[in-house]
């Protein structure tokens, strides 16, 4: 059986950092055939890298109708992953983006009805739910180890970004050409693993400054408070200007508490759940016993990699896809929730008012004021940024 054909759509940093993988054959059965990009430096660039390996094209749709591909991989900016989704879907391929899924879900719940029709492996690059020690953990909460969840906590701030990471592309950190900053970008990653492991709140109350820290429009500083239908409450935190930044996710369930940090995670068990000590202690001042729990994590993570060869298995023997294309949805519920908390100071239940987030964020395209400078055409290595 011949190797599953994928086209590359979007020449630029992350673009490069796929190209890079799937040229040296590190996706079995996959092979790398076309890229295309609508900037002539994006495909000279990639013409110098790789040659006579793949047909170049200067307009998705080209690439879309060439007959050479199986399936895409969408690593635009964010705005088109949806569109050209669509359209892809429309011709008869599978179809992998980049995160995040869009800017907000009223395009993104269009994309996903186009998948359900098109009956495509549709797939979503969410890389950290292949890590291991989330995969460790999902399988703490689900195995009912930790109990039902009380409070869960996300400090992320580890995502520092200087000044020049936001000057190397016209598109960056512009309600226009990103649709957000930190929230939309950068804790995709957080917000998908955070659902997946914890399930959606039901109403969301956030805290966002814009341009606190660089000069910017959109938000480099966020805190947030959720609610779950269960009585649980949560708080996430993130910054791009913060160093050092920190990383450090707290669960507390009935059973005891889990804390993953600095990639070690640590149960502390109690002996007997808490609401069963609380309601039979006749001691005013005791507490649990707990145990500190080292949890061992085996296994290596191979990152974009393994979302890819899944995906490419997946067209080719069924298998099932690790983050399936139509969950993107769920990560930008909770970064549009708290855009649009701020925005009109006020909570904001889930799922959002898609119209609503729709004109608000519209409001702020129109009345733009930012002048970027072109980048200097130097392009980021992202091979350490996850």
Same mark, same amino acid.
């Given at each position: 059986m011949a190797n599953t054909r994928i086209g590359l759509v979007g020449y630029g940093t992350m673009g490069m950092a796929h190209a890079r993988y799937l040229a040296a054959g590190e996706v079995p059965d996959g092979e790398l055939t076309a890229i295309a990009d609508v900037s002539e430096a994006n495909l000279a660039r990639a013409r110098d890298s790789l040659g006579d390996l793949v047909g170049y094209y200067d307009a998705p749709e080209a690439l879309f109708d060439s007959g050479e591909v199986d399936g895409v991989l969408i690593a635009t900016p964010h705005y088109f992953h949806p569109e050209l989704a669509i359209a892809a879907f429309a011709r008869g391929l599978h179809v992998l983006i980049e995160k995040p899924a869009g800017v907000h879900t009223k395009h993104v719940r269009e994309m996903n009805e186009a998948a359900a029709a098109s009956g495509k492996v549709f797939g979503i690059m969410f890389h950290m739910r292949t890590r291991p020690i989330h995969r460790k953990?999902?399988?703490l909460i689900d195995t009912g180890q930790l109990g039902p969840m009380k409070r869960v906590? /996300?400090? *992320? &701030?580890?995502?520092?970004?200087p000044q020049a990471y936001y000057d190397s592309?016209? /598109?960056? *950190? &512009?309600?226009?050409g990103e649709g957000g900053g930190v929230l939309i970008n950068q804790c995709a990653h957080q917000f998908d693993t955070w659902q997946w492991l914890c399930g959606l709140p039901k109403r969301v109350r956030a805290f966002c400054s814009f341009g606190k820290?660089?000069?910017?429009?959109?938000?480099?500083?966020?805190t947030a408070y959720v609610?779950?239908?269960?009585?649980?409450?949560?708080?996430?935190?993130?910054?791009t200007g913060e160093a050092p930044g920190s990383n450090r996710l707290e669960i507390v369930g009935d059973n005891g508490k889990v804390v993953m940090e600095n990639d070690e995670l640590r149960f502390w068990r109690l002996r007997v759940p808490e609401p069963r000590f609380t309601r039979e202690t006749e001691d005013g001042f005791s507490e649990p016993e707990c145990w500190r729990c080292e949890i061992p994590i085996r296994g290596d993570e191979a990152a974009h990699q393994q979302i890819t060869a899944n995906w490419v298995d997946a067209i080719r023997t069924g298998a099932e896809v690790i983050v399936p294309g139509e969950e993107g949805i769920r990560s930008l519920e909770l970064s549009n929730a708290m855009l649009l908390s701020t925005w009109t100071d006020d909570w904001v239940n889930l799922p959002v008012d898609e119209n609503l987030f729709y004109d608000q964020l519209q409001e702020r395209i129109s009345s733009s004021t930012i002048?970027?400078?072109?980048?200097?055409?130097?392009?980021?290595?992202?091979?350490?940024s996850w």
């Open positions: 953990l999902k399988d906590g /996300w400090l *992320a &701030t580890d995502w520092y970004r592309s016209l /598109w960056r *950190a &512009t309600w226009k820290y660089h000069e910017l429009e959109v938000e480099d500083d966020v609610e779950y239908d269960n009585g649980a409450t949560g708080t996430f935190i993130t910054s002048k970027k400078k072109p980048p200097t055409g130097k392009v980021m290595d992202v091979r350490d």
